[in-house]
């Protein structure tokens, strides 16, 4: 792996029914083999069935609070101190916990 150059970040463009960054970035994992319909389908239907049962809660802000939920906030980082090396927690960047 080359060290030059550090890799460019890619904007991604928001979905088209909710206006949304990570709804896009969260379809584009959920893609597979290219098939992004299929993925917006997928993703689409899980919201309107999550608003279907909760009326009262916009689903794209249950998504973004279950999403906060799961990130994680430290990792454990290896720390050479003489000849032994200890697992010494950091705090994770947040572009690396949406990742």
């Known amino acids: 792996m080359s060290r030059r150059h550090r ?4 904007e991604v463009l928001p979905d088209p029914k909710y206006k949304d960054l ?14 992004k319909a299929v993925a917006e389908n997928i993703v689409y239907g899980a919201f309107d069935i999550l608003a279907e049962k909760k009326k009262d809660f916009e689903p794209v802000q249950t998504f973004h609070t279950a999403l906060e939920n799961v990130q994680p906030s430290v990792e454990v980082r290896s720390r050479r101190v003489g000849g032994a090396t200890y697992q010494v927690p950091v705090e994770v ?6 990742a």
Do not use: H, S
């Open 93 to 98: 960047r947040p572009d690396r916990r949406r």
């Open 22 to 35: 990570i709804v896009t970035k969260f379809m584009n994992y959920v893609m597979y083999e290219g098939k």
């Open 7 to 10: 890799a460019q970040k890619r």
